[in-house]
């Protein structure tokens, strides 16, 4: 069953991977969605769901197959788990709900945002690994690193986007923040 498994999480991966590469090198929007009730929408969120049950059924049932040593899952990954992502969370509890799914409500700059053009993003990559490794389980690990390589990976089609929706406040913002985290110039 875990290999059923996987292979659909993998399956809704090569979906949304594909996908952002299209819209990345195309004029198709699938990152972010054109609209709520756009076929991008629903089946990047539905994507996303069946990615994030699989990767949960693996976490339950394949727990512990690597046998990674307990000092690094308790003590280092669980902790950097935790930490990452509050921090995540946070980042983007100040970008706001409607903003963090693709709507473009308000153009934000502050808090994380002022060090960082995608806090979310780079946060959220870390605990998805950290979340892999203490639950040591292969299966598990690997959907997680594709889907924190997808976080990676979102910003530059995405970018695109902003641009359109907040033109030269969005460039000016673009050339002093840089796009995953440093000092602002």
Sequence with gaps: MNEFIFVVGCSAHIFLLTMLFISQNTQLQFWPPPNKNSWQYHSLWWSIRILVVCICWLIYSDNS?????????????????????????VAAFQLGWRNTHGEAMKFVKTGFYKYSRNPQYVLFSISFLCL??????????????????????????????????????????????????????
Excluded: D, H
């Excluded at 197959?65 to 969370?89: D, H, K």
């Excluded at 639950?135 to 641009?163: D, H, M, N, V």
């Design 65 to 89: 197959s690597m046998n990674l040593p307990c000092w690094l899952r308790l003590y280092v990954a669980m902790p950097t788990f935790i930490i990452t992502f509050s921090l995540g969370s």
């Design 132 to 185: 892999g490794v203490w639950a040591s389980s292969l299966k598990a690990l690997i959907l997680l690193l594709l889907l924190s390589f997808w976080y990676l990976l979102a910003p530059f089609p995405e970018e695109r986007w902003l641009e359109k929706q907040y033109g030269k406040v969005y460039l000016f913002y673009k050339r002093k923040v840089p796009r995953y985290f440093g000092w602002p110039k």
